[in-house]
């Protein structure tokens, strides 16, 4: 083992180190070992499922232009193989003629292992020219800059291939998965007379399908399209399937079978509804009457005072229940579920509208009936207090009946002369209190 010593370039001048036999040695041993890695990763490149499938498929957009440009890198990894696998061949040749190489072999070994030693022809549609410039034919390599070279064709065409394997694992499986489920989706909105063209949700399963046959052509022709890599990975298939059009019409598509799933939900339990629906109407009918009767009886009982009109039936809530009543008959569930919400509400508000104007129109009677409580109680109140026989009081109280029972009855008079009575009992009870006609007007 000598020394090592500078060797010269093709020009005679030093070039670097001679190395030694023990250098070359090892050089060649950790070359073998690098040709024996890049031949395990070529082979198994060559069998990828990923790569056979894209060699068969009918390829568009980016993974056209992709697959294009790993199918030429592919071509150059080869050729750079072969060159290398080759020089290394004829520098293991040299290094086996002597078991104790001279000098001079030692200098070519050198140069063998360290100089850009191998030319790499590229392959045709490697290098195309631009702007009018010649292709660049051929390059010349160091075997360390080979290995190097070889490693980035590699990561690019694995990458290329190894994403496009990862969306057509993930999304057409899933994207057939959610094809049934709309198929079912269909089925049911059939069922429930949901049709384009005469509900929204028909309308919307018909863009989903059209969304979806339109998704699963553009993964399989362009799978890189929907593909997302993750931020700052230069590792090859760094990154995940992009999910999102897919997302999108999953949720759609739950969105419309929870609305049909309404639908039918209506189908079941129309009848009770519709049922309930009628009872609510005859309810505000029914109290609509009986306001009707009792502004009759305010006007003719009760004076100088202001009854409110009473309005007529709600025959256009009967009308549209009637149309509700038909969509029923005739299987029209996608528009017999809005009309049944609508008339549901508006059902309870003429029912409430109903029971109020009934209570404006019965007021007066309600103060008539309140004043004739009071005085009745305020006359129990004078007996228990000895007054039931005092004349003055005995005279206010028929007043305030006689104004109180007659028809048709002044409420405020009433009222004024029930206040009257009960202000002469109350101060009549009062501790030191004493009744005096004269302090309530006398007899009147």
């Known amino acids: ?127 195309p020219g631009s702007g009018g410039a010649p292709a660049r034919l051929a390059e010349a390599f160091t075997l360390e800059e080979l290995v190097s070279r070889m490693n980035d064709l590699y990561a690019a065409s694995l990458d290329t291939i190894i994403t496009a394997d990862a969306v057509w694992s993930a999304l057409p499986a899933r994207i057939d998965l959610l094809g049934a489920e709309l198929r079912r989706t269909r089925s049911l909105a059939h069922s429930a007379g949901v049709r384009p063209g005469e509900h929204p949700a028909g309308d919307e399963l018909d863009s989903l399908t059209r969304e979806l046959a339109d998704l699963r052509a553009q993964v399989l022709t362009d799978p890189l399209r929907f593909w997302q890599a993750a931020p700052g990975s230069s590792a090859p298939g760094g990154g995940r399937p992009d ?53 009759g009886e305010v006007l003719a ?54 029971r109020e104007s009934l209570g404006a129109v019965t007021a007066p009677l309600a103060v008539r009936a309140e004043l004739r409580g ?13 007054l039931a026989e005092d004349p003055v009081l005995a005279g206010w109280y028929d007043t305030a009946r006689r104004m109180l029972w007659s028809a048709p009855c002044d409420l405020r008079a009433a009222e004024q002369a029930v206040l009257r009575y009960q202000d002469a009992v109350a101060g009549a009870g009062a501790p030191g209190g004493g009744f005096r006609a004269e302090d309530h007007g006398g007899n009147g």
């Open 301 to 354: 009982k009760i004076a100088s005072c202001e009854v409110p009109a009473v309005g007529g039936p709600p025959t256009a809530l009967q009308e549209r229940l009637a149309l509700a009543a038909d969509h029923r008959r005739h299987s029209r569930w996608h528009r017999l579920s809005p009309l049944l919400e609508s008339l549901e509400r508006e059902a309870e508000d003429e029912l409430h509208r109903a």
């Open 1 to 127: 083992m000598g020394v090592a010593e500078p060797f010269p370039d093709s020009a005679g001048a030093p070039q670097g180190r001679v190395m030694d036999r023990d250098g070359v040695d090892r050089a060649l041993s950790r070359l073998d070992a690098e040709h024996e890695a890049v031949e395990t990763s070529l082979l198994a490149l060559q069998d990828h499922a990923g790569r056979r499938l894209l060699e068969g498929a009918e390829l568009s957009g980016t993974t056209e232009e992709r697959w294009a440009a790993a199918e030429r890198s592919i071509a150059l990894l080869w050729s750079c193989f072969d060159a290398y696998a080759a020089a290394l061949a004829r520098i293991r040749e040299l290094r086996a003629r002597r078991r104790w190489p001279s000098r001079e072999d030692l200098a070519e070994l050198t140069e063998r292992l360290q100089g850009r030693s191998v030319t790499v022809a590229a392959p045709p549609a490697a290098h």
């Open 374 to 386: 009071r005085l009745d109680a305020y006359r129990a109140k004078a007996a228990r207090q000895g």
């Open 243 to 295: 999910t999102r059009r897919y997302d999108r019409a999953a949720r759609d598509l739950e969105d419309v079978r929870r609305e049909i799933e309404a639908v039918l939900q209506v189908r079941q339990d129309a009848e009770e509804r519709l049922l309930r629906l009628r009872d609510v109407l005859s309810r505000a009918d029914r109290t609509l009457a009986e306001a009707r009767t009792a502004r």
